[in-house]
């Protein structure tokens, strides 16, 4: 199945700062690529996704970007605050296929 | 709350036993998920159903567990025989699926799972 490696595995930021997070796939084939969002004892909830005909999607705060011919996808996070802390999961997916491969996660931390 | 709903929150049983848990998804999604997550981990997919048809199995799943969507609503995951290394949180999804390759899932809070 797919491959998806995701970096860092923490990040700390200040309260407004940016934060990134990279993820790299295996499957050049891969075409549906969902970002989640875990806080702690909770459900991981969707919170922005990007096909593989669109480069860039934004929501808000929030936007993701994808190099197809790198074979990595990013999650950007603007102007931080508290409630931004919790684990993010990105993921991917191939065509005509309806699981995802996760990443490892990225434990998100906001100092206030 | 209107969301994917499953019981119990949390399961602690003895090794060999077998355990049961059930995903309510939400009422028009035709596409059910079975995913399992250990500390640390991101969700590893387990099963996928649309409607009553089970049309995937992941290798993780061996001959002891077994996934059932009677009706194409709620569904079961049984585990027979269960050993620590079960010990995991079950999370249930599920999706509006129109077409073919994946879409947005909405996750259920999950089944913590503790074998001792």
């Known amino acids: 199945g797919e491959n998806v490696e995701q970096h860092p595995s923490t990040l700390s930021v200040q309260e407004g700062d940016s934060a990134v997070i990279k993820c790299t796939y295996s499957?050049?084939?891969?075409?549906?690529f969902p970002w989640y969002k875990q806080e702690l004892g909770k459900r991981p909830q969707l919170i922005i996704d990007i096909r593989s005909n669109v480069g860039e999607k934004k929501d808000q705060r929030i936007a993701v970007t994808l190099n197809k011919t790198a074979k990595h996808f990013s999650l950007h996070i603007t102007e931080t605050q508290p409630e931004d802390s919790a684990v993010y999961f990105c993921?991917?997916?191939?065509?005509?296929?309806?699981?995802?491969?996760f990443g490892a996660g990225t434990t998100v931390t906001v100092r206030a | 709350d209107t969301g994917v709903s499953q019981n119990p929150r949390h399961k602690i049983t003895k090794r060999g036993q077998n355990v049961t848990f059930r995903c309510d998804p939400i009422?028009?999604?035709?596409?059910l998920y079975w995913y399992r997550q250990t500390l640390g981990q991101g969700p590893e997919f387990l099963t996928y159903?649309?409607?009553?048809?089970?049309?995937?199995k992941s290798r993780l799943l061996s001959d002891r567990f077994s996934a059932e969507r009677p009706k194409g609503s709620f569904s079961t995951l049984e585990i027979q025989r269960t050993e620590q290394g079960d010990s995991a949180m079950y999370l249930c999804a599920s999706s509006l699926g129109s077409g073919k390759g994946s879409d947005g899932y909405t996750f259920g809070s999950g089944t913590r799972l503790t074998v001792v």
């Open positions: 159903f649309q409607n009553e048809a089970q049309l995937e």
């Open positions: 499957d050049s084939a891969s075409n549906y």
């Open positions: 993921a991917a997916s191939w065509p005509n296929d309806y699981k995802l491969s």
């Open positions: 009422s028009e999604h035709n596409r």
